[in-house]
């Protein structure tokens, strides 16, 4: 499961602001410092990342370390299914 929310975030990221080129894209890619997830990118990121895997982020979720990598937000993910699971 974890490899495959990895992989779906790369692949949106690479499609949705890279045009389909993920060189220079990995798991531990800084998205902020890079300028690929600015203010807009990170909205349409989070409504994404709630319709594909069926989560509500909190607003606490939402800050600048839990969006900085594809690890961190597939991280970020992973825990808000598993809570789900646990309910």
Known sequence: M??????????YI???????DERGLDDETDLQQ????DSFSTLALIA????????????TDINSESFRTV???????LGKLSSREGT
């Open 48 to 59: 994404y990342l709630e319709s594909t895997f069926h989560i509500r982020l909190d607003p």
């Open 14 to 20: 690479v499609r949705s602001w890279l045009s389909g």
């Open 71 to 77: 690890d961190s937000i597939a991280h970020l993910v």
């Open 2 to 11: 974890e490899a495959n929310v990895r992989s779906q975030l790369r692949n």
């Open 34 to 37: 890079t300028g690929i997830l």
